[in-house]
């Protein structure tokens, strides 16, 4: 099946661990996203890759740190994880290259920090 | 500061009623795009409107886009207990670094 996909679907943790989500879309698509939906469904842009290169990096702590090995991956590491950082992540692509920025979206990770 | 607003933030209605959702923004966009999300699962593009003024139908959903480019508007027809979920609209600009702008997000149930 052509998909963005993600790992984990649920991610249960300690406060200060560290935690990978992973990601990967077989569309081809040369741009990859992540953002963080919180309690109250609001959708927020965290990182954006073109073609393994950061091209957005909106005001997110530090802590959370974006890999890009090629183009059909885009992983999310957090370190020193806090309560706060409890929400559903997103991972997204689009095409490059005319069209209107339309993103498919992963099946999302929902991240609890304990 | 939220740059897309939406209205209302919740909604509650029986099958077979219609319902518009509002989408607002004082600030214009070069295309508007409407997402649908299920519990559990990503938003999942449902239109793109590019024109002021452009009506776009999609069955028994209508998308309107401003003559401005600042507004929108969502309008179900006969809703159906499938229509339930949260529905989001999303603006984008012409180089802005390929980046989209959500809206709030409108929680939509259709009670059978």
């Known amino acids: 099946d052509t998909a963005v996909s993600q790992t984990p679907k649920y991610l249960v943790t300690q406060m200060g661990n560290d935690k990978s989500i992973k990601c990967e879309q077989n569309?081809?698509?040369?741009?990859m996203y992540w953002y963080k939906q919180d309690s109250k469904k609001f959708l927020k842009i965290m990182f954006s890759?073109?073609?393994?290169?950061?091209?957005i990096n909106e005001t997110v702590p530090n802590r959370f740190s974006p890999k890009s090995p090629d183009k059909a991956h885009l992983n999310l590491h957090i370190n020193s994880l806090e309560l706060g950082d409890s929400a559903v992540y997103f991972c997204?692509?689009?095409?490059?290259?005319?069209?209107?920025?339309?993103?498919?979206f992963g099946p999302g990770t929902r991240l609890t920090v304990l | 500061t939220q740059l897309l607003e939406q209205s209302p933030q919740f909604l509650s209605i029986q099958e077979g009623e219609n319902l518009t959702v509002y989408c607002n923004s004082s600030?214009?966009?070069?295309?508007l795009q409407w997402y649908r999300q299920e519990p559990g699962e990503g938003p999942v593009l449902l239109v793109t409107v590019v024109t002021g003024g452009e009506v776009k139908k999609l069955k028994r959903l209508t998308f309107q886009f401003g003559d401005a480019r600042k507004d929108s508007s969502l309008h179900i027809t006969a809703a159906q207990t499938g229509d339930t979920g949260l529905y989001l609209c999303a603006g984008g600009r012409s180089g802005s670094a390929r980046q989209l702008t959500f809206g709030s997000g409108t929680q939509l149930t259709v009670l059978p």
């Open positions: 569309l081809g698509h040369d741009t």
């Open positions: 997204a692509s689009s095409p490059q290259g005319g069209g209107y920025n339309e993103q498919f």
């Open positions: 600030s214009v966009f070069s295309s």
């Open positions: 890759y073109n073609n393994k290169e950061l091209i």
